[in-house]
């Protein structure tokens, strides 16, 4: 096999081409998503869905924006500039099709992000121009055998008699690698345990010989469906010892760096998809009546339609804090992104089901603007599995715990205002910068200085106030049961109360982002964010999940956050926290 070879390609458009607020201007060129004629809008996106296929229309319209541009960082002439960015940039796609946005173009960046954070000068550049020319990029790291445990790989990767390396094995599910014109390939190297018992490959699969590798098409799923998973086999495939992806051995650190930010940003972008499920509900309530199979029970659908607006916006705080603190934090990240990834099932999932019960019978519709409420319903929880799901995120947490109760809780000083300002100026993001685990929790830290500011001027702040020392009291009870216990590790299974805490602590972090957003909301641009009133159902409604003493809230809460519900219906704002204008 030859080494990776750089050919000249036509690129994508130069970033000054582009105007400056990329989000918006994408959001326009997807347009009104319910008109029929409209090639990424939902009639589009569905026909192709039933074909299993993602529609070439729609990828088109991102081919002429140059989407992949996003994906690859300034310096190597692409448009990647910020984590936050790329969010914003993303959710128009997700808030469409959350199969679009993975398969177009999220698997790419997941395979790109290893490159970037490891790579010789040579590869990220071969990437790069291969990455601006339009190409995909695909990942092998599922090991669906093993609950996809990575480490666990059925693909190995020995010296090869004549010099190089000899790959062999399979990995089940790959997604894109048919149409991938770069793949990175994680692989065991060394049959003894530890963390130097993996490494990564960037591979050319064009320049595999056809006689050692072999991709096959694996069935359409109910979710996803429009997805391209691939299984691939290596039988004694040379590959030049160069395409190591870093150093021998340098895989697992690799990958567990690289999740913090693929974790975090697709646990981030697919509350777009939620945004679209309460948009739908709010418009058969408005729009359909009774003998169109709507519920008939208005108070009812009120009290939904505003329970899941919070859960969105309280999800949504933990994910845009967790992203801007990839710059901000970035050593505190590995807890932060799998706290987030963690939650999305217990939250979002829920939270659409519950929106289904205001569709009614309409929540077989196939069709249209409706229509699209089934897809995201089949497409979101299998987001929420990928290849890191919520075992392997409370994983990440379980060995840290004993070290941020010892160390951190009730002593670190807090996190900066600017963390909880959605869309203000970040620095620089640099890769380097992740750590695997650091002994810091500042978020925490930020809910316990928050509770002390409270006043209660008000009967809504009365009961912020109150819930916010019930998240602080839960957050102290953590401290000392975590303390109370043996430390995990050595061998030992890990016990199953490590595991009900961890998702207790889940919870108390996004209390803590709540509390966050909204003290350092800016009255001035977006009034509601700073109202009280949704952070205390937020905190009410975290509270009921941790199982804490009920606080009588306010009637007005709930009365608010529905009429905001119907404003950011009429106007045709997101339902997320960076109400953004909508096409339509």
């Not at 998809?273 to 199979?293: E, I, K, N, S, W």
């Not at 002390?452 to 957050?475: F, I, K, N, Y």
Request: hydrophobic share 40%; glycine share 8%; aromatic share 6%.
């Amino acid at each position: 096999m030859s080494a990776l070879t750089l050919e000249p390609r036509p690129r994508t458009p130069a970033p000054g081409t582009v105007p400056h607020d990329r989000a918006a201007a994408l959001e326009r060129l997807l347009g009104d998503p319910s008109d029929p004629r409209n090639p990424a809008g939902y009639a589009k996106l569905l026909a192709a869905d039933r074909r299993a296929r993602l529609s070439e229309e729609a990828e088109s319209l991102l081919d002429g924006f140059g989407l992949n541009a996003e994906y690859v960082p300034r310096e190597l002439g692409g448009r990647f500039d910020s984590a936050e960015t790329l969010l914003r940039v993303m959710r128009p796609v997700f808030r469409r099709d959350a199969a679009l946005g993975t398969g177009y173009g999220m698997s790419t960046f997941m395979a790109a992000s290893d490159v970037w954070m490891s790579g010789s000068p040579a590869q990220r550049t071969w990437l790069a121009e291969l990455l601006l020319s339009g190409s995909k990029a695909a990942i092998a790291q599922h090991e669906t055998a093993h609950t996809n445990d990575f480490v666990r790989s059925q693909v190995a990767a020995a010296p090869a008699p004549g010099g190089g390396l000899s790959v062999s094995g399979a990995k089940p599910v790959v997604n894109n690698l048919h149409r991938a014109d770069a793949l990175v390939l994680f692989c065991r190297t060394d049959d003894r345990p530890g963390s130097g018992s993996h490494s990564a490959l960037l591979l050319d699969p064009h320049a595999l010989p056809a006689d050692r590798y072999r991709v096959t098409s694996r069935r359409p799923r109910t979710g996803m469906r429009g997805c391209y998973f691939d299984a691939v086999e290596f039988e004694d495939c040379p590959v030049p010892e160069q395409n190591l992806l870093g150093p021998l051995g340098s895989g697992v650190p690799t990958s567990l760096r690289s999740f913090q930010m693929s974790r975090t940003m697709m646990a981030s972008l697919v509350a777009a998809a939620v945004d679209t499920c309460l948009r739908t509900a709010v418009l058969v309530d408005r729009t359909q009546g009774p003998g169109h199979g709507a519920p008939v029970d208005p108070e009812h659908t009120a009290t939904t339609l505003a329970n899941a607006f919070v859960n969105l916006l309280f999800y949504d705080c933990l994910a845009v804090v967790a992203t801007r603190a990839l710059h901000l934090h970035p050593a505190e990240t590995s807890v932060y992104s799998a706290a987030v990834k963690a939650l999305l099932p217990r939250v979002l999932s829920d939270t659409m089901y519950d929106l289904s019960t205001v569709l009614g019978s309409q929540i077989y519709t196939r069709d249209g603007t409706v229509g699209v409420f089934q897809k995201h319903l089949r497409d979101v929880p299998v987001v929420s599995l990928g290849h890191a799901g919520t075992v392997a995120c409370q994983a990440t947490i379980i060995p840290q715990l004993p070290l941020l109760a010892a160390r951190s809780w009730f002593r670190e000083p807090p996190a900066s205002g600017a963390l909880f300002r959605p869309g203000a100026p970040l620095p620089p993001f640099d890769y380097e910068h992740l750590a695997l685990a650091c002994g810091r929790d500042s978020l925490s830290a930020s809910l316990v200085e928050t509770a002390a500011t409270l006043t209660g001027r008000s009967p809504v702040e009365q009961a912020l106030r109150e819930l916010a020392g019930q998240m602080v009291d839960e957050l102290r009870d953590l401290r000392t049961r975590v303390l109370a216990l043996p430390p995990p590790g050595g061998g030992a299974p890990v016990g199953p109360a490590w595991f009900a805490l961890t998702d207790r602590y889940v919870l108390v972090l996004a209390a803590a982002a709540v509390l966050g957003v909204w003290r350092h909301g800016d009255a001035a641009a977006d009034p509601f964010l700073a109202d009280p009133a949704w952070a205390a159902v937020a905190l009410h409604r975290i509270a009921r999940r941790l199982g804490a003493p009920g606080t009588e809230l306010p009637a007005e809460c709930t009365a608010r956050i529905h009429q905001e519900v119907l404003a950011r219906f009429g106007d045709q704002r997101s339902y997320d926290l960076y109400n953004t204008p909508l096409p339509g």
